[in-house]
């Protein structure tokens, strides 16, 4: 084991679920097209209000309970049935909506590698975090040892095949932006 990561390791369980993980069930999932299509990984990231850490906005907006009157902006989203499979806050927690085997909603129109709906294959992990701050230590642990479980349970995801969201979706998304340390996050992957 790669010294700093957790110990143990998480693991992809039965059904799907990240062990060591909080499990909140959201309603924005359906099945996959094919099941066991699952080949690429994508990192988000995420902030609620824009550039604000912590609240439980986040959380609101993937259980589909984002209240629209709490803050300006999300009058405009609170309407959007979004989701992803993992967070991962700043302090390292990981949150899993979603059983890796179903189908979230986090990549929307897309493309990797000539295939359109990356939702249909991929993997979806978002990070608490903003274009404009570096991402916490614990987030990187966090995401290295989930990664690692994910890796190991669906094996057709090769490390070339993770990417940010700004890789499948360019001119429509910037995340996880230019504060994520790429080279960081796959030295603890490797
Ligand atoms: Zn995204």
Known sequence: MRAGLENPLPKVEAGGWLSHTTRRPSPHRDLRPTDGDIDLLVIHSISLPPGEF?????????LGRLDPNAHPYFSGIAHVRVSTHLLIRRDGDRIQYIPFCERAWHAGVSCFEGRQRCNDFSIGIELEGSDTAPFAPAQYQSLAAATRAI?????????ERIVGHSDIAPGRKTDPGPCFDWGLYLSLVA
């Open 151 to 159: 890796l190991s349970a669906y094996p057709r995801i090769r490390p």
């Open 54 to 62: 912590g609240g439980p906005w986040i959380d609101d907006l993937f």
